[in-house]
């Protein structure tokens, strides 16, 4: 079975400073997508980032991007320019390619709560 | 803005009694989805219905039942209410396919008295 495993459960980063999140994965399958979700508090959760397995290049939204080592089953999230609203739960999330149809299978690491001070 | 909506945001029922959580998206996407999120801990997907085929996952209690009467609306019942089935639960949705995100509403927190 496949699983996501986020090694911080807490994080903290200075305002305009860099933080990275760590997320590490494990899965036989070749072909899949990975994803980063942020849920501030008490805020819905909002898709931050996504990386397709299949592309060696690193998937890049405005200050946020991913270390992707597809070998070494390794997705980390950089978090540029930190802002005090990149404050939230960060969750890593991983997605079979499903030739079958199903269209779940939405697996989540236990989260890093990120903390940004001024 | 498209968007998906769950109602109450926050739902209070006691030991024991019946009680339905609703979601409603404006977004037309075919799945639906249903998590519990318990405290401090990543969602757990419970069940989806791709359209009005349902899925249940394997571990997912008898306890926990859903409706989907049309695209838009669909309700996660839980007919007889634990204290351990306090939680968040979060409804959302996706265009068909793997790569196409998830689209969360707010969750709705449930309390058990």
């Known amino acids: 079975a496949q699983t996501v495993t986020q090694s911080q459960p807490e994080m903290s980063v200075q305002e305009a400073e860099t933080v990275t999140l760590s997320c590490t994965y494990d899965t036989s399958e070749s072909d899949y997508y990975l994803f980063w979700y942020k849920q501030p508090p008490s805020r819905q959760m909002i898709l931050v980032i996504r990386?397709?397995?299949?592309?060696?290049q690193n998937a890049t939204e405005n200050r946020f991007s991913v270390n992707f080592q597809k070998a070494a089953k390794s997705f980390s999230l950089k978090i540029s320019d930190s802002q005090l609203g990149d404050a939230a739960m960060y969750f890593c999330a991983y997605r079979p390619w499903d030739y079958g149809g199903s269209q779940g299978n939405l697996i989540f690491g236990k989260g890093t709560k990120l903390s940004v001070k001024p | 803005d498209a968007m998906v909506i769950q109602n109450p945001r926050y739902q209070v029922t006691q030991f024991g009694k019946p009680v339905t959580l609703s979601c409603s998206q404006t977004?037309?996407?075919?799945?639906m989805y249903w998590y519990q999120q318990k405290s401090s801990q990543a969602p757990k997907l419970l069940f989806h219905?791709?359209?009005?085929?349902?899925?249940n996952e394997a571990d997912t209690p008898d306890n926990f039942q859903s409706r989907r009467p049309n695209t838009s609306f669909c309700f996660l019942d839980i007919r007889s209410p634990g204290l351990g089935d306090a939680a968040m639960y979060l409804c959302a949705t996706s265009a068909p396919g793997p790569a196409g995100p998830q689209h969360f509403g707010d969750g709705t927190r449930l309390s058990i008295l």
């Open positions: 977004l037309n996407h075919n799945v």
């Open positions: 990386q397709e397995a299949y592309k060696q």
């Open positions: 219905y791709y359209d009005k085929d349902f899925n």
